[in-house]
């Protein structure tokens, strides 16, 4: 199914996007070149939401389950351009390596899903039943999941693949993230007479201890719900003879599965609660961050850094039918979970759609210099694509017709 003539078309998809520079907030070069690379490969339609997410779909000639493509079109910036030995735009193809940003972050991911699809409707002549979507999602970097959810709201599908680096292993799910502000508030004094005011570092200092010896919740597959203090700030920022009246503390926090918005700040509540019955002079809050980014169709994108964690059994019926197409593709997936935080926060996390991560590279190639993906983890990545969109939509789906 993948031909040596189609290898080359994967190689090249991979390096127009590649030549497409695309940091968070500033995709529309590269959503213009996909779209093109969409109407290449006959796909039936596409269509870009107000965040700028582009869209392809493939309509199978029979009614059935949908099932969607997830790959951000957004990459980490380029640091220092002096120090990567291959242009980071320039999508150069050496010994067996494609190199740029976004190579293995996930702009390769995107060519073999969106290659895999149009190959799969040409050989069956949309034969099939139900619909293919691939999607090129904006602002994942930063903000994982929350542009993702526009995408569901429009193709409302019944299974969802991300396409993140796993080294062509099955993911199943992952832990989540959420970053926590706690706020303590004081009263501004003359460092020279500091009884007159209260003081909102000591006051954090304080919390910050208690929060320690908070107990953390564990799981048996994802480990540990971290909790992580990240930065501090205090103000008046420089406090020249201040005593400072405010003091924000961030943490990161790690998500296991089943964790909610409610069940991670309730004992933080309870215990700033518990500390201000102590003493009356303590005043402090508990929230998520939030964060707001511009998408450059011009819209805001806003929202609670809260990104939920996921996973599967081994059992389920779409990690076997997903697993069954890599095998009847040549590979002998692991299954195991990211170790980081995807758009399956938002697809499995929060809307329950059924999701898997099957990705071509290693993950710690992301964000690095002179970011390469293999040709050959490429290719593989195509059949194992394809293989999923047999499995699923002609075997799956006729199992369901079987049932039902
Ligand atoms: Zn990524």
Known sequence: MITAEREQKIIS??????????????????????????????????????????????????????????????????VDASQWKHDPFGGELSRGRIYGRGASDMKGALSAMVA??????????????????????????????????????????????????????????????????????GKPAHSANPQTGINAVYKMADAIQQIRKLPLVEHLVLGQGIMELTDIKSSPYPGASVVPDYCRA????????????????????????????ADPKFDARVSFATGSEQCYTGEAITGERFFPGWLYEKTDEFVQAALKGLKSAGLEPDITQYSFCTNGSHYAGEAGIKTIGFGPSRENLAHTIDEYIEVEQLVQAAAGYYGIIKSVLTDTGKLHENIN
């Open 250 to 277: 961030t943490y990161d926090r790690r998500l296991l599965v089943g964790e909610t918005k409610e069940s991670v700040l309730a004992p933080l509540t309870q215990l700033l609660r518990t500390m201000q019955e």
């Open 13 to 78: 998809i991979c390096q127009a996007l590649l030549q497409k520079k695309s940091y968070s907030g500033e995709e529309a070069g590269v959503a213009e070149t996909l779209r093109d690379i969409f109407i290449e490969l006959g796909y039936d339609e596409f269509f870009v939401d107000t965040y700028g997410n582009i869209i392809g779909e493939i309509r199978g000639k029979q009614p059935g389950k949908s099932l969607l493509f997830d790959a951000h079109i957004d990459t980490v910036p380029v």
């Open 116 to 185: 895999a699809a149009g190959f799969f409707a040409a050989d069956c002549g949309k034969n099939f039943a139900g619909r293919i979507y691939v999607a090129g999602v904006v602002h994942e970097e930063c903000f994982e999941g929350i542009a993702a959810r526009q995408i569901s709201k429009r193709v409302n599908p019944d299974y969802v693949v991300i396409g993140e680096a796993s080294e062509l292993n099955l993911k199943i799910g992952q832990r989540g993230r959420a970053e926590i502000v706690v706020e303590t508030f």
